[in-house]
């Protein structure tokens, strides 16, 4: 996720260095933490040059652990995007999340622990157990941006990391005053997994969509022209894709809002 906060602006992400706090070195477990990171770093073509291993006895149990990570990226003055760039007619292009994207677990563990759910059931039509849903990795978007970013040009003027706060939360901040990023709801299916924890919590709408990603992980928005291109673009590299939504003209102080109702 640190390298998809980086490659928004248009930055490459070249490096990244990671910090583990535990309560005892387990050299195994630690070796597993970092292969773990060393994957994700390969997969965004990014050099994971370093980091630190600190042991806390007494502050952590033997078992527990802290994992942060820092990526440094770069990217050319003229060549940054963001708001600056977004205009009235622009689409939202957005790409599919593989799932919570470890964002919103403190409502999940409240509905596990006062709904009393096994991470062992297996949830209807998913075949996987809640367990694995909650363990998918994060989608990690860098290179597919980067390559979207080389073959639309100036086209493709922001991206929105949809991470803590949903949607709208995050796409609003790449979104000029007197603008309004408008997405339809119908233009996608809200994921199982999302559906079977809101029902079982019995948590409204808002409250999932402010918390979850509800299933976009990442939005691009770009000229309409480059619409057709941007949707072949990311097909050749296997990522699904849909436009979600447009960019209009508005007098509300509203900069992101979803309409529509998701098709279940």
Known sequence: MVVDDLVVCGAEPLFMTDYIATGKVHPEKIADIVKGIARGCEKANTALI???????????????????GAATGVVESENLLGESKVQEGDLLLAMPSSG???????????IVTSKSLSLEKVIPETQKTLGEILLTPTEIYTRDCLVLIKALGTSL???????GGGLAAN???VIPKGLC??????????????QYLSTMGSVPQWDMERTWNCGVGMVAIIDKEASELALKT?????????????????????????RGNYIV
Do not use: C
């Not at 003027?157 to 991470?163: G, P």
């Not at 990522?239 to 508005?250: F, L, P, S, Y």
């Open 50 to 68: 370093g980091g630190e291993t600190a042991e806390h006895p007494g502050l952590m149990a033997d078992d527990e652990f802290d994992l942060a």
């Open 100 to 110: 919570f994207h470890a964002n919103g677990y403190s409502l999940i563990r409240h």
């Open 157 to 163: 003027h922001a991206f929105s990391h949809i991470t």
């Open 171 to 173: 796409t609003e901040r």
């Open 181 to 194: 990023a408008t997405f339809n709801r119908s233009t996608w299916t809200l994921p199982l997994e999302f």
């Open 234 to 258: 990311l097909s050749a590299r296997g990522m699904k894709a849909w436009i979600a939504g447009e960019v209009i003209r508005t007098n509300s102080e509203s900069r992101s809002v979803l």
